[in-house]
């Protein structure tokens, strides 16, 4: 996992949501971090058939995946931002 960085204070400027998407990513990827601590497993790759997990990693499981899709959201949403306001991909910090 990337550690996401703050937005360059120009494009908060530009696209304040941008400051909320960061705080947001950022979180995400602690939590992503204290749950695979928390539950080592997580993420694991499980021989067929095997019962299932207990329920907490299995639930812990279930909200990594949903970080990530999450994650992948707001990068998509920023790569967005910076071709509707003309940002080179190389020239701004995130």
Do not use: K, Q, W
């Not at 360059?8 to 939590?31: K, M, N, T, V, Y």
């Not at 639930?59 to 992948?72: K, M, P, Q, T």
């Not at 306001?85 to 995130?94: C, F, K, N, Y």
């Amino acid at each position: 996992m990337t550690r996401p960085a703050l937005p360059d204070p120009e494009l908060i400027r530009s696209a304040p949501e941008c400051a909320a998407l960061a705080l947001l990513d950022f979180g995400l990827a602690l939590a992503d971090t204290a749950l695979r601590i928390e539950h080592p497993a997580v993420g694991a790759d499980r021989i067929a058939p095997s019962p299932l997990p207990a329920r907490p990693l299995l639930l812990a499981e279930l909200l990594v995946e949903r970080f990530l899709e999450l994650r992948c959201l707001i990068a998509h949403y920023n790569a967005a931002v910076d071709d509707a306001l003309g940002i080179e991909a190389d020239s701004v910090i995130r």
